[in-house]
């Protein structure tokens, strides 16, 4: 017997992040897809154009402003959900900071942002979501996760940690949530033109539209197995990079990112002050 897969008609689909980027396409999709959509997001963030933009759509979508960092509030969020739009039977755990880090500008507060929102902030909401699905037998839980788990980029001390940890609890947890019938999901895509990947000063591979990555993960969600991981043509690269003596993967990432190119000049550009 399959573990199961979250359908619209079953229940709500809840969205931490919804507000831009991919988190804000995933949402529009599954609301054409009939899904009732519970978008996460902080108090002040902006909801309402998408909430428009669905309006006529099979599905809507709901506003439960809260912290993803704010364990009570994300409990909170989770019981207002299910009290006011139905069970969650798809969780997408999609929030995310990246706070870009190299050893000549070190500063603990790009650790502890990082942590605190892409790691915690999935904690506080994972949590009280699985009590729940626990209690019904059935979930579908999707973590977004990235490339820079697999091994170390320029500038991803902070982020890549972090995503290297989701892909471990995901991995560590589908032991158990499989036995429960909740299906355990991470998306591992590779650069993304979204508000995060602006940051980044380094040159970025095979990047892809924000649409066609959020039509990849609904895909993804409604056929695909433990492990999503997109565009082939870079992230079966990065599989192979992995397999290799660390001097040489580190010498390919030099070339790809061109990392060699006055960073200096990017610390100036970037500050954290």
């Given amino acids: 017997m399959s573990t199961y897969r979250a359908d619209p008609e079953h229940g709500v689909a809840w969205i931490t992040g919804g507000s831009t980027g991919i ?24 909801i309402d154009t ?36 139905g069970p969650i039977v798809l969780a997408i755990f999609n929030a995310g900071s990246y706070m870009p880090v190299t050893g000549e500008n070190l500063r603990m507060e790009a650790f502890r942002q990082s942590f605190a929102v892409n790691v915690f902030g999935v904690i506080n909401g994972l949590v009280p979501v699985i009590e729940r699905m626990r209690n019904r037998g059935r979930g579908h839980i999707v ?42 999901q991470v998306m591992n895509p590779g650069f993304i033109d979204t508000p995060l990947t602006e940051k980044s000063a380094y040159y970025m591979p095979a ?4 649409e066609a990555a959020a039509e990849r993960i609904c895909k993804a969600i409604r056929k695909s197995g433990f492990e999503v991981t997109f565009p082939r043509r870079l992230t079966w690269v990065m599989k192979l990079l992995f397999l290799l003596p660390r001097p040489l993967r580190e010498r390919a990432l030099r070339i790809a990112t061109r990392w060699k190119a006055e960073p200096m000049i990017y610390l100036r550009r970037s500050s954290f002050d």
């Fill in 50 to 85: 998408l909430i428009e933009e669905t309006r006529g759509m099979a599905g809507q979508v709901l506003s439960f402003p809260s912290d993803v960092t704010d364990e009570a509030g994300m409990a909170a969020a989770v019981a207002a959900i299910e009290a006011q739009a």
């Fill in 207 to 210: 990047m892809m539209p924000v």
């Fill in 143 to 184: 973590f977004m996760g990235s490339i820079s788990c697999y091994f170390g980029w320029p500038t991803t001390a902070a982020y890549g940690a972090t995503k290297a940890a989701i892909n471990i609890i995901a991995e560590a947890l589908k032991f158990d949530f499989d036995k429960m019938n909740i299906r355990t």
């Fill in 23 to 46: 988190g804000r396409c995933v949402a529009r999709l599954l609301a054409s897809q009939g899904y009732t959509v519970a978008v996460t997001v902080r108090p002040n963030d902006p």
